[in-house]
């Protein structure tokens, strides 16, 4: 009981303190279905369909990479770290705290672009992502929290949205399929977590996979795991 009201009262902390509806219905969903652009602008319509499951899917990766700058600043500012080390809450509940404000945020900021790429597709099937937009959430998240307690300082953090957007959105195939690439790059690029999910998801409602979606899902799936139990050995600060 104690550890689920630490969960619940860490995460709705978060998501009061993170929500600004303006930026997470509006603004973050409009950046993350720019791409469209060249849609219209080429008149290349047949694209559509597969930008916007990349767009629905590029919302958790905005969101939680955002969560480097709330640690940095939080450890920086209000000396978080040793807050927690003099408080009573747990690591694993810090943690889960942490992922459901994130999964929750990313879910309410995708909900605009999920609701046109339904209508567009037409296929129920399409509000999959609600939970498969965990499976790119959780490990990332923890990516986030990993790096951003090991910056230094706030300034670190300047440049590395913008490289992590390059790496993670624009290089591997989110908002284009895989199979565009050539030869082995293809399969290799799938290895990217947002890539993954988007071609699993592409899979899903459009057909358009070069490989089994499932086999997608397992492997996002086995990342997750493997990120929540890293996360729960090296975020334990009762350690030393």
Same mark, same amino acid.
């Given at each position: 009981?104690?550890?689920?009201?630490? !969960?619940?009262?860490?995460?709705?902390?978060?998501?009061?303190?993170?929500?600004?509806?303006?930026?997470?219905?509006?603004?973050?969903?409009?950046?993350?279905? *720019?791409?469209?652009?060249?849609?219209? %602008?080429? /008149?290349?319509?047949?694209?559509?369909?597969?930008?916007?499951?990349? &767009? !629905?899917?590029?919302?958790?990766?905005?969101?939680?990479? %955002?969560?480097?700058?709330?640690?940095?600043?939080?450890?920086?500012?209000?000396?978080?770290?040793?807050?927690?080390?003099?408080?009573?809450?747990?690591?694993?509940?810090?943690?889960? /705290?942490?992922?459901?404000?994130?999964?929750?945020? #990313? !879910?309410?900021?995708?909900?605009?672009?999920?609701?046109?790429?339904?209508?567009?597709?037409?296929?129920?099937? %399409?509000? *999959?992502? !609600?939970?498969?937009?965990?499976?790119? &959430?959780?490990?990332? #998240?923890?990516?986030?929290?990993?790096?951003?307690?090991?910056?230094?300082?706030?300034?670190?953090?300047?440049?590395?949205?913008?490289?992590?957007?390059?790496?993670?959105?624009?290089?591997?195939?989110?908002?284009?399929?895989?199979?565009?690439?050539?030869?082995?790059?293809?399969?290799?690029?799938? @290895?990217?977590?947002?890539?993954?999910?988007?071609?699993?998801?592409? /899979?899903?409602?459009?057909?358009?996979?070069?490989?089994?979606?499932?086999? @997608?899902? *397992?492997?996002?799936?086995?990342?997750? *795991?493997?990120?929540?139990?890293?996360?729960?050995?090296?975020?334990?600060?009762?350690? /030393?």
């Amino acid at each position: 009981m104690r550890l689920c009201n630490q !969960v619940i009262g860490l995460t709705k902390a978060l998501i009061v303190d993170q929500l600004r509806w303006r930026t997470v219905i509006i603004q973050l969903p409009i950046v993350a279905a *720019l791409p469209i652009y060249f849609v219209v %602008a080429f /008149g290349a319509w047949s694209y559509l369909e597969t930008i916007m499951a990349g &767009a !629905v899917v590029s919302v958790a990766v905005w969101i939680a990479t %955002a969560l480097v700058q709330d640690i940095v600043y939080e450890k920086e500012t209000y000396k978080y770290l040793e807050m927690l080390i003099a408080s009573p809450m747990t690591p694993i509940a810090y943690i889960i /705290g942490h992922l459901l404000a994130v999964y929750v945020l #990313s !879910v309410l900021s995708m909900t605009p672009l999920l609701v046109v790429y339904a209508y567009i597709v037409e296929k129920p099937i %399409a509000l *999959l992502a !609600v939970p498969l937009i965990a499976l790119l &959430a959780i490990p990332l #998240s923890v990516a986030s929290m990993l790096v951003g307690l090991r910056m230094k300082s706030i300034r670190e953090v300047a440049g590395l949205s913008g490289l992590v957007s390059l790496l993670l959105l624009f290089v591997p195939p989110v908002y284009y399929p895989a199979s565009r690439l050539p030869g082995i790059l293809a399969k290799a690029s799938l @290895l990217v977590p947002s890539a993954a999910l988007a071609e699993a998801y592409r /899979g899903l409602t459009l057909g358009e996979s070069i490989v089994n979606p499932s086999l @997608l899902i *397992l492997y996002l799936l086995l990342l997750t *795991l493997a990120s929540l139990v890293y996360a729960l050995k090296s975020l334990d600060w009762r350690i /030393g």
